[in-house]
Each structure stands twice: as structure tokens, then as C-alpha cells.
């Protein structure tokens, strides 16, 4: 009888090009998951977003200037990313979205 199971062997090296599915990996995850999956991440997937901020400046307003906050964001925009997800997320629970959009 075949095995239902198959050993996959994995690089320790970061592929080349990243999927999509994982490059913004560790938004939007609660403090456990977000540990979880760094275990999982090379250092540079790691420092990715500081990086980011450090060679690019902000996502939002590009400044360099200021602190990084997280996730690409200097403070002031992360705080205004935070609460525009927050709106999101209360849009979606009063039912303000069509359901037949894409998503
Ligand atoms: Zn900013």
C-alpha cells in the first residue's frame, strides 16, 4: 500500500521571489500567531517591513524622518492604518459591503 504521506524537503534559504500569499506575513495576526510564523521566517522576511521603511520611508507618507512603528509605518500612519481597519472591519459586521462584489 502507497503511503499517503511524502517527505518534502525544504530549502533553508528564502526563495528568490517571494509568494504573495506570505510577503505580508505577519499582518494582521494576533501576538501568538505572529510568533508562530517569525519562527518560521528567515531574518530577512523577518526585517522586511524595517527595511522597508529604512530604504523607502513610510508606506503612506514616505517619511524617513520619524520612527519606524511596524509593519512599514511610521506612527501617525499606523495609527491612521489601524483605525481605517477598524472602520473596515465594523463596515463588514453592519453590512455595509455588497456581498456579491469581488473580493
Ligand atoms: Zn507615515
Request: proline share 4%; net charge positive.
Amino acid at each position: 500500500m502507497k503511503s499517503r504521506f511524502e517527505i518534502v524537503k525544504t530549502s533553508a534559504e528564502a526563495p528568490s521571489e517571494p509568494s504573495d500569499a506570505l510577503l505580508l506575513e505577519p499582518w494582521f495576526r494576533n501576538r501568538q500567531e505572529t510568533t508562530a510564523l517569525k519562527r518560521l521566517q528567515t531574518f530577512a522576511e523577518r526585517q522586511k517591513f524595517a527595511d522597508f521603511f529604512e530604504l523607502n520611508g513610510c508606506v503612506r507618507c514616505a517619511k524617513k524622518s520619524g520612527p519606524h512603528r511596524g509593519e512599514g509605518f511610521c506612527v501617525s500612519c499606523h495609527d491612521w492604518f489601524r483605525n481605517q481597519l477598524q472602520r473596515a472591519m465594523r463596515a463588514r459586521q453592519n453590512g455595509e459591503f455588497d456581498s456579491d462584489r469581488r473580493q
